[in-house]
């Protein structure tokens, strides 16, 4: 009964592919992130939706565009995949109210880009 | 602005030892600071928060983390570590109601048997 979770676990693709990573919740929150992991463990926020509407878009390359068709989904699509996106994406979730900020992550989507 | 130090890269102690993870910060405005922890291939795990109140927090796991605004730091302390505890460790700085959370660097805690 997982409360946030992300498919695929793995993804393993050469340069220059689209490829997609889902995220899902079902805790009823409103507002979801999507985080980047490189490998010196370093998290960094990409995005956020609140209720389907996008509130935060830091410095990401336009290649990365999130879709949340529902306030219960966020996925990433990654177009035109480049070496220096390998990572860990890391997909959360946030209640509101007196449990502000306190985020319920993913186990995480590890990419490989060969 | 807002921002987390974790001046360490990582922390070893001994079993049973207490543990000791560093974060200062650095804020304008009223800190919202938290404590995640990391387990190996595993997401980030929401330990503690100090928001208003009590400068000392308890958390899960037998965690607890010291709110000290003439130091700025929030240090994570644990009296008696555990092999299981060794893992990474973030804190972060969340104002309220921002939308964001930013997190320091992360400590790797390794706790020796």
């Known amino acids: 009964d997982t409360a946030v979770s992300q498919t695929p676990k793995y993804l393993v693709t050469q340069m220059g592919n689209d490829k997609s990573i889902k995220c899902e919740q079902n805790l009823g929150h409103d507002t979801m992130y999507w985080y980047k992991q490189d490998s010196k463990k370093f998290l960094k926020i990409m995005f956020s939706y609140n209720n389907k509407e996008l509130i935060i878009n830091e410095t990401v390359p336009n290649r990365f565009s999130p879709k949340s068709p529902d306030k219960a989904h966020l996925n990433l699509h990654i177009n035109s995949l480049e070496l220096g996106d390998s990572a860990v994406y890391f997909c959360?979730?946030?209640?509101?109210?007196?449990?502000?900020?306190?985020?319920?992550f993913g186990a995480g989507s590890r990419l490989t880009v060969l | 602005a807002q921002s987390v130090a974790q001046p360490e890269d990582q922390v070893n102690v001994a079993e049973g030892n207490p543990l000791t993870v560093k974060c200062t910060y650095s804020?304008?405005?009223?800190?919202?600071l938290f404590w995640y922890v990391q387990y190996p291939n595993r997401g980030l795990q929401f330990l503690l928060k100090y928001i208003t109140g009590d400068n000392l927090v308890k958390g899960s796991y037998g965690f607890e983390a010291e709110f000290n605004k003439s130091q700025t730091s929030f240090h994570l302390k644990k009296p008696s570590a555990l092999v299981s505890d060794s893992a990474l460790y973030f804190c972060a700085d969340g104002g309220y109601g921002n939308n964001r959370l930013a997190f320091g660097k992360g400590n790797q805690v390794v706790v020796i048997p």
């Open positions: 804020v304008s405005g009223n800190p919202y």
């Open positions: 959360a979730s946030r209640a509101g109210g007196r449990e502000a900020n306190v985020l319920t």
